[in-house]
């Protein structure tokens, strides 16, 4: 029997909130994302988007990058098989499909950003680890394009992403690089502190330098 994941109503819920956070660790979490109202499966998050949770407990915003990304059965036991349909025909023959598959990803956490405690004090962003991490059934949501420019005025998060375990980092970092460039409008001074920044970290790693450099496109 499927449990439903508890939700709003979709016209209640803000539009950049996607998903819920199912388990949590120090250094990333799972997230479930929310179905949609309509026969559509739930919108995938890129690899290497920004998304941010709150741990409501400090107050804390989590910024984490999306790594992994995967939609299967919530039946474990039993896999997906071809069926040789096209989305609109699942939709009219087959439309239990949507409410027997979910959509889950994993984000890694690169910092996180403090309340001021004053509402005329700007927000402290910090580019490392929270003391928490968002808890469980927290929201997450997919971070505005201006708290992603703001995040990123320094650069020390660079130095989280590429030890994060587990997750293909250098296909990430220049994931996320290219993210921030295009929406820093192609900031070109940016771009080369961003790359100066790498030749410092990766300096006995010319190798994985180049690898990185090489999938960041101008």
Known sequence: MRLPL????????????????????????????????????????????WVCSVDEESGNQVYALVYYATTMPIDSVHR?????????????????????????FRAAIVGFE???GS????????????????????????????AIVKFTEELDFLRTLLFVNGAPVDSLTAA???????LRKADRQ????????LSVLLKDDYDRLRFILSQIHP
């Open 114 to 116: 403090q309340p001021s």
């Open 6 to 49: 508890p939700q709003f109503v979709t016209g209640d819920r803000h539009p950049n909130h996607i998903a819920e956070v199912i388990e949590t660790t120090t250094t990333e979490f799972l997230a479930q994302c929310l179905e949609p109202e309509d026969l559509s499966f739930p919108p995938m998050p890129p690899f290497g988007s």
């Open 80 to 104: 997906a098989r071809a069926l040789g349909l096209s989305l609109q025909d699942l939709r009219e023959e087959q439309p239990q499909i949507f409410a027997m598959l979910k959509t889950e």
């Open 190 to 197: 940016w771009l080369i502190k961003a790359g100066r920044t």
């Open 119 to 146: 509402i005329s004090s700007n927000n402290r962003v910090y580019q490392y680890l929270p003391p928490r991490p968002p808890q469980i059934h927290q929201a997450v949501y997919r971070c505005e394009p201006e």
């Open 176 to 182: 996320a690089i290219r993210e921030v460039y295009q």
